[in-house]
């Protein structure tokens, strides 16, 4: 109970883990797919709480961590070309590609800017129409109606120098992928609360019941976690497998309508690559036919670039679950936030950089 | 970039794109409100990188400012500023 006592409503916490404990009677396996729970669960200690044998297998949840490799190299072939611009979210210029990341090419006289929304990019682009604006347009359906907004803006504004660089990611064939691997051990998930705030949770219905397993969206507070793992090993047990709603303060089945619209006229379905997972079909958002000219792989020709990983990373393992960072040699050593060798140490939402923040040790 | 921050509406600013101001624990930021058109002046909004995606009420969104405040280089992550101490 070492931390229970930093909770909002403490009290409450305890019921939640009592109740978890008075209903679990086998060994449970959930996992999370979003890095804002990865990192509540871990910091506050909750994945130690559970009864015994239960385990939260952290899933696939942060959108730096699963974009490819090859696409890092494709942005630093970009970003050192003289004639762009190379705007990002913050959390991608410390992600190292094949050879360098985004940040050390700035230091070396890259145009590389940091920008808060794709927005700023698109008007970035407007305010300097002798340069080609370039924007990273990574993430999961919680930042896809943002790029897609920016791509709208800026052909109705008529720009020629503003493209994306596309690595958009989807979590329900994540989950899918997960749970056709033959050595699956992830009886039910909890779905994030945010991406479900944009696409609502009617994809997860025919998953859950596919493949008899309890969904359950749920939010990114301690308390809410509890709860959500809660109401799925109450499916679990009571052999149920359905899409339960946790997180009703911020989603609606439907979701976001006009988000999805604007999404659905900007991209369209494509097979994505997932940073030590592999290709996974229908499993991300490309440019739509219509707005091809804003794709920054056909503008600068990058689309032939193929890249390796580090030998010494275990992010796949990491990435699927199938590893925790922990287990992983360079963990703390050779890695580390400073030095990361894989993207999971980088990004906030990553789960070796959550173990290590919280000071796990091997 | 994939945490949703929530805050106020402050300003809200009609055109091509419908803008607004939000206040963030102290930290103001210009949002796009297109995805929200539910959305009044002194509503809480959950953002994304720039952009509003749903309305939460004032508890709400004062109990996950708490949260993401305890998780390291969450807020300076997405707002590019950490929070001012003691803000709401």
Redesign the interface.
């Known amino acids: 109970m070492k931390y229970l006592d930093e909770y909002?409503d403490p009290v409450l916490a305890r019921r939640l883990l009592a109740e978890l404990r008075a209903t679990a009677t086998r060994p449970w396996a959930l996992m999370e797919v979003?890095?804002?729970q990865t990192?509540?669960l871990v910091?506050q200690g909750i994945d130690e709480l559970l009864p015994a044998g239960m385990r939260m297998i952290h899933g696939p949840?942060?959108?730096?961590c699963v974009t490819p490799l090859e696409l890092l190299d494709k942005a630093l072939r970009i970003a050192e070309r003289p004639d762009v611009i190379f705007t990002s979210?913050?959390?991608?210029l410390r992600v190292p590609g094949s050879r360098t990341d985004l940040l050390a090419l700035k230091a070396r006289g890259a145009d590389v800017r940091?920008v808060?929304?794709?927005?700023?990019a698109v008007r970035l682009a407007q305010r300097e129409p002798d340069r080609q604006v370039v924007f990273f347009a990574?993430?999961?359906e919680?930042?896809a109606?943002?790029n897609a907004?920016a791509v709208l803006?800026a052909a109705?504004l008529g720009l020629t120098n503003f493209s994306i660089l596309v690595s958009h990611v989807l979590v329900p064939p994540a989950i899918t992928a997960i749970l056709d691997a033959p050595d699956c051990e992830v009886q039910g998930f909890l779905a994030a609360g945010?991406v479900c705030?944009?696409m609502g949770w009617t994809e997860y219905e025919p998953i859950a019941a596919r493949y008899r397993v309890p969904i359950v969206v749920t939010?990114?507070?301690?308390l809410d976690l509890l709860e959500g793992i809660l109401l799925a090993v109450r499916q679990l047990e009571a052999g149920h497998a359905t899409v339960e709603n946790q997180y009703a303060?911020?989603?609606r089945r439907s979701g976001?309508t006009?988000?999805q619209d604007?999404i659905r006229r900007v991209f369209r379905v494509t097979d994505r690559a997932w940073r030590g997972i592999g290709t996974i079909p229908t499993s991300g958002l490309g440019l739509a036919d219509e707005y091809a000219e804003f794709d920054a792989e056909r503008r600068f020709d990058v689309l032939d670039i193929r890249a390796a990983e580090h030998p010494d990373c275990i992010a796949g393992r990491i990435l699927t679950g199938s590893a925790v960072p922990t287990d992983c040699a360079a963990y703390g050593a050779a890695c580390t936030p400073r030095t990361p060798l894989g993207a999971p140490m980088v990004s906030?939402?990553g789960t070796c950089a959550a173990f290590f923040?919280a000071g796990r040790t091997r | 970039m994939c945490l949703g921050i929530p805050g106020r509406i402050t300003e809200i600013t009609d055109g091509d794109l419908t803008m607004g101001i939000v206040d963030f624990g102290g930290i103001r930021k210009d949002v796009c409100l297109a995805y929200t058109p539910e959305a009044a002046i002194g509503d809480y909004v959950i953002v994304h990188v720039g952009f509003a995606i749903t309305t939460v009420d004032q508890e709400e969104a004062h109990r996950t400012l708490e949260v993401l405040r305890a998780m390291d280089g969450a807020i300076e992550g997405e707002l590019g500023e950490p929070l001012p101490e003691g803000s709401p």
Not at chain 1, 89 to 92: S, T, V
């Open positions: 909002r979003c890095g804002g990192h509540t910091r949840g942060c959108p730096v979210f913050g959390d991608m940091v808060y929304s794709p927005i700023d990574v993430g999961f919680t930042t109606p943002a907004m803006r109705d945010h705030a944009v939010g990114f507070e301690p303060r911020a989603v976001n006009e988000a604007a906030t939402e923040s």
